[in-house]
C-alpha cells in the first residue's frame, strides 16, 4: 500500500509539473505573437522609411513620405494586430474555413462558393482605376511585409490562435480587400430572409394580418431638420403601392414545400445574417447655424455584431494633402469614418433593396436548363472542390442563370416559398463583376469638399450606405450604392421572390446615381439618420419596404430639435441616449387597463407581484439603463406578450420573430385596420381581449423573470441581462480559453434607444446585446483636436495584449480618446514608436 501511494503521489506530481511546463510553453509561443510596437523593421516593397508611433491607446499615426507607402503603413499595421481576422474573413469570403475548421464550417463554404463572392472580387480587380490599384497594391504588399516578418523572425506565426489551427497564412493579394468590402455588404443585407420571411407568411395570412405582422413605415420620409422643429420631407411623391404581391398567385405556391431546417445565419462562421442583425447605424451632422460655436459638428456610430476583437481598428495616416483619421476595417484600404484636415464623414446603412430572389423554372426536359424569357436556357456551370480538415472533400457543381446565382432550398429557408421544379437565384449589386467600391472609400477618405466626396461616392456600388459628410461651414448627406433599376410590372416588387421567367420582372440596369437621395446645405442645418426612412419615392424608384428604423428617428428628433444650438458633448449626449420611445408608447397602450384595475392582494400571490410590477412602470420614463430593474420587465412584458399573440396564428413560424415589433404592438393596442383581431385566441371559444392578452403577459413574464433570474423585481438590474457579448469568433465558445478571449460587459440601451443594443432575442438569455456601436466617433470643426472617438474592445487581436480590452470599459462609461492630428500629442506618453526601412537600406 505504502508503495502505491507512493507511485501516486509521483504520478500527480508529474502530471502537475508537466501541466504547468506546458501552460509556460504554451504562454511563451503565445508570448511570441505578441506584436512589438517600440521596435524597428527591415522590410522589402517600400523606398523610404515609414515612422509609426503607437499613441497610448496604440492608435496608430503613419508617417511616410509618399502615400503609396502610408497606405504599406496601414496594411503593416492591421497585419500586426489583426492577421487572424484578416486571415478568417479572406477565408469566409472565399469558401476556405473548412481546410482550418474542418466539417463543421463546410455547409458555410458551399454557401459561400455558390454565391461566387470572392469570384466577382477578383474580376471586378479589372475595373479599378490606376490610383485605386496603386493602393491596393501598397496596402497589400504592406500585409505581406508583416506576414515576411513573422516568418523570418519566428513570431509566434503572428497570431495565437495559428497554434491552436494551424494554417498557411498566404500573401495578401489586392483582389483580397475587394473581397472584404463585399463582406461588409453581405454582414450588412437583410434583404434575403426579408423575402423569404414576407412569402412564407403570405403563404398563409391574410393581407390584412401580413400588414400588421409585417408593417411598411408609417409618417414622413425624414432625412433633415428645419430650424423650428419639424422634420423636412423628401420632395419625391408619396408611395402610392400599397398592394401586396400574393404569394398564393405564383403556380405551385398554394402549399409550403419542405426544406432543411438549417438556415444560413446559423452556420459555423457564418457572414449572413438575421434580419435583426444586418447593418444599423446613427449619423448625424450640425452646421454652423445649428452649432453653438459656429463651426459644424458630426457624430457616427455604426452598428455591427458585437466581436472580440471589434470590427472597426483606429489608425491615422498622413497623406500628401495631409492627415487623416479614424474607424477603418482590417483587410481594407480607407477610412469608413473619420475626418482629415477639411473633411468630417460617417454612414449608416441605407437599408436599400438591392437583391432580389428569382424563382427559376427548371426544363422538364433537360435539368440542366431553366425557363428563361426566351425560352429555354442553359445554366452556367462550374465544378468546385471543398477542401476539408480531416475529412474527404467535397464536390459541387456551381449553378448561374441570367439573375444570378442559384442557392440550395435551406438558404433561409427559400425552400418553403420555391415551388416544385424551380430554383431559387439571386440578383444582388454585391455580386457584381465591375465593383468599384473600395475606390469609394479610398476617394472620400482622401476628399476635402462635400462635393468631391459626392463624387468619390458614385463608385460604390455595395454595401450602400447614407454618407453624411461636414466641412467646417456646411454639411450633406447623400445616399451611395447602386439602385436596381426594376420595372413597374415586377409581380415582386422585391418585397417577395419572382418568377424569373418573366421578361418583365428582372433588372434593367441601374438608376443614374444623380437620382440617389441627397441632402446639401439643408435650410435647417441638419442632417442624419437612424436607418429611418429618408424618402417617399414611390416603387419601382422607392429605395426598399423594409426601412431598418422607425422607433430611434423620433427620439433622435426630439433630440436635436430641443435644442437651437448644438455642441460636440451634446451630440455625444444624443449618441448615448438611453430612452426607448417605444418603450414609452407601448406601455401606455398595454397597459391602459391595468394600471388601476385589480383588488388588493396579498404578498407572494400573482396579482400582488403584478400590481408590483404596475407600480415600478407607472413612474418609470423609458431609460435603458443598466442599473434599473423596469427595462428588464418592459423588455420581458413585451417579449412574452408578442409571443403570445402570434403563436396560435403562426405555430412554429413565431420562432422568426426574435425581436419585438413595436409597430405590430402598436397596430394591435390601438387597433388599427382592426389589427385587435390577434389578441382572440383562436384555437379557444371564448374571445379574449387585449388587456386579457397584457395580463396574461405581464404574469408569464414574471413567472419567467422569477424562474431564470431569481429575486423581487426591484432587484433586478437590466445590466446583468443585457451584457455586451464581444466574444472571439472561433475560440469563444471553449470554456478555458473563452474566459481568456470573451469580454463580457454590463450596458445600457436597448433596440429602440438611440445607445443601440440588439438583443440577441433567443437562448437562456434573450436579453444579452449582441449587435452595437462597437465605434463612436464624434468630429468637432470648431476645435477638431477635440474630437474624439472610441471601439468597443481594443485595438490588438491578440488576447494576452493589454491594449485587446482597454478600450471596452471607456466605451461601457460613454467615454472617449481623443482624435487628434497633431503628431506631438501621439508621441506623448506613446506606446512605442517604430520605423520601417526599406530592407536594401539596412543592407
Known sequence: MARLMRWTYRIFVSAVILSAVSAVLVYYLATRSLPEYDADYSVTGLSEPIEIIRSNAAVPHIFASSDAEAWFGLGFVHAQDRLWQMVVARRTAQGRLSEVFGEDTADTDELMRRMGLYGTAQQSLAVQDE??????????????????????????????????????????????????????????????????????????????????????????????????????????????????????????????????????????????????????????????????????????????????????????????????????????????????????????????????????????????????????????????????????????????????????????????????????????????????????????????????????????????????????????????????????????????????????????????????????????????????????????????????????????????????????????????????????????????????????????????????????????NGEMNEHLPEPLLYATWMRHLQDRLIRDDLGDMADAFTSVEPLFLERVFRDIDGASRWCDIVQTSNVETCPDMAQLALDEALIWIDENIGGTPESQRWGDQHEAWQDHSVLGDNGVLGWIVNIRQSTSGSDEALMRGRMIGSGKNPYANVHAASYRGVYDFADPDSSVFVLSTGQSGHPLSRFYDNLGELWRRGEYIPMSLDPELARAANAGISVLTPAEASE
Open 131 to 620: 490610383e485605386t490599384l496603386a493602393v491596393l497594391e501598397a496596402y497589400a504588399a504592406g500585409v505581406n511585409a508583416w506576414i515576411d516578418t513573422v516568418n523570418a523572425e519566428s513570431l509566434g506565426r503572428g497570431a495565437p490562435e495559428f497554434f491552436f489551427y494551424p494554417s498557411i497564412v498566404e500573401p495578401w493579394q489586392p483582389a483580397d480587400s475587394i473581397a472584404m468590402v463585399k463582406l461588409m455588404a453581405l454582414r450588412m443585407s437583410g434583404a434575403f430572409e426579408h423575402e423569404v420571411l414576407r412569402a412564407r407568411m403570405a403563404l398563409f395570412l391574410t393581407p390584412d394580418q401580413l400588414k400588421d405582422l409585417l408593417p411598411d413605415i408609417p409618417g414622413d420620409a425624414v432625412a433633415e431638420l428645419d430650424a423650428v422643429g419639424s422634420a423636412a420631407v423628401s420632395p419625391a411623391r408619396q408611395n402610392r403601392i400599397t398592394d401586396v404581391p400574393d404569394m398564393r398567385a405564383i403556380p405551385g405556391q398554394a402549399t409550403m414545400a419542405s426544406s432543411s431546417d438549417l438556415t444560413s445565419p446559423d452556420l459555423p462562421l457564418s457572414p449572413f445574417p438575421h434580419r435583426a442583425f444586418a447593418g444599423a447605424s446613427n449619423v448625424f451632422a450640425a452646421a454652423p447655424s445649428r452649432s453653438a460655436t459656429g463651426a459644424s459638428l458630426l457624430a457616427n456610430d455604426p452598428h455591427f455584431d458585437l466581436t472580440a476583437p471589434a470590427i472597426w481598428y483606429l489608425a491615422r495616416l498622413e497623406l500628401t494633402r495631409g492627415g487623416l483619421i479614424g474607424a477603418t476595417v482590417p483587410g481594407i484600404p480607407g477610412i469608413w469614418s473619420g475626418r482629415n484636415t477639411d473633411l468630417a464623414w460617417g454612414f449608416s446603412a441605407s437599408t436599400l433593396d438591392d437583391l432580389d430572389i428569382f424563382l427559376e423554372e427548371l426544363n422538364p426536359e433537360n435539368r440542366n436548363e431553366y425557363v428563361s424569357p426566351s425560352g429555354p436556357r442553359e445554366f452556367t456551370t462550374r465544378e468546385e472542390t471543398i477542401r476539408i480538415r480531416d475529412a474527404a472533400p467535397r464536390q459541387i457543381t456551381l449553378r448561374w442563370s441570367d439573375n444570378g446565382p442559384i442557392l440550395p432550398a435551406w438558404h433561409y429557408s427559400v425552400g418553403d416559398v420555391t415551388p416544385p421544379n424551380h430554383v431559387a437565384a439571386v440578383s444582388w449589386t454585391a455580386l457584381s463583376p465591375a465593383d468599384t467600391s473600395v475606390a469609394a472609400i479610398i476617394g472620400i477618405s482622401q476628399a476635402h469638399s462635400i462635393e468631391t466626396a459626392i463624387d468619390a461616392g458614385e463608385a460604390m456600388i455595395a454595401p450602400s450606405i447614407n454618407l453624411t459628410i461636414a466641412e467646417s461651414g456646411r454639411v450633406a448627406l447623400k445616399t451611395l450604392g447602386a439602385f436596381p433599376r426594376r420595372g413597374f410590372r415586377q409581380t415582386g416588387q422585391g418585397r417577395i421572390p419572382s418568377l424569373g421567367s418573366i421578361a418583365f420582372n428582372q433588372w434593367q440596369g441601374r438608376l443614374p446615381y444623380d437620382q440617389n437621395p441627397e441632402f446639401v446645405d439643408p435650410d435647417g442645418g441638419i442632417v442624419g439618420n437612424t436607418n429611418n426612412k429618408i424618402t417617399d419615392a414611390p416603387f419601382p424608384r422607392h429605395m426598399t419596404f423594409n426601412w431598418g428604423d422607425s422607433q430611434r428617428v423620433q427620439r433622435w428628433k426630439f433630440l436635436m430639435q430641443n435644442r437651437r444650438v448644438h455642441t460636440r458633448d451634446s451630440f455625444i449626449d444624443v449618441q448615448l441616449d438611453e430612452v426607448s420611445t417605444a418603450a414609452r408608447t407601448l406601455l401606455a397602450l398595454v397597459g391602459a387597463e391595468l394600471w388601476y384595475s385589480g383588488t388588493p392582494a396579498p404578498d407572494g400571490t400573482s396579482e400582488r407581484r403584478r400590481q408590483q410590477a404596475l407600480e415600478l412602470l407607472s413612474v418609470w
